[in-house]
């Protein structure tokens, strides 16, 4: 039976790694916040294209289930709460976190400031947004309470979640 003293320490060691990646799993750095698993983030906006006429590509992160909770749309809004375009998104992004998806033609003047934000079918608007002009560059915020929220309500609208 000598040739089994191994064992004890092997599950030991197997022990001390299970107990460390549970621990690490899903933890956050001090100096970030937590991923919100209620809104869709906008996480990354680049343009391209000329003023009047951009291309947008947009990176979101949401907490997709499936067609019960799933990002449905991102948008361009100006500083007065007009929506500039809107991209319908036809499905749940379960398994492609983040994901990006581009659109346009946006009408956006090379120093017209906008509001970039992402919604979801469930729970609407709130999480992270893209704030910024061509001009000035475009960075990350917090999403304004309670600003544009009747935009939820015009068109256009998804018909549906595909899946």
Not at 8 to 18: G, S, V
Not at 120 to 138: A, C, I, K, R
Not at 141 to 151: C, S, T
Request: net charge negative.
């Amino acid at each position: 039976m000598k040739q089994f003293k191994w064992i004890p320490y092997l599950a030991a060691l197997l022990f001390i790694a299970l107990v460390h990646c549970s621990s690490s799993t899903g933890s956050t750095p001090a100096d970030e916040s937590p991923t919100d698993t209620t809104f869709a983030n906008v996480t990354n906006v680049s343009l391209s294209g000329s003023e009047g006429r951009y291309t947008l590509q947009v990176e979101i992160s949401s907490p997709d289930t499936g067609c019960d909770q799933y990002a449905d749309w991102w948008e361009v809004v100006t500083e007065e709460g007009e929506l500039i375009y809107r991209r319908i998104l036809l499905h749940s992004h379960v398994d492609e976190q983040p994901f990006t998806r581009g659109g346009g033609p946006a009408s956006i003047s090379d120093d017209t400031a906008v509001w970039i934000r992402a919604h979801m079918n469930n729970s609407g608007y709130g999480g992270q947004v893209f704030y910024g002009s061509v001009n000035n560059g475009f960075e990350a915020k917090k999403h304004p309470d309670d600003f544009a929220m009747e935009l939820e309500n015009e068109d256009p609208l998804p018909d549906d979640c595909a899946f």
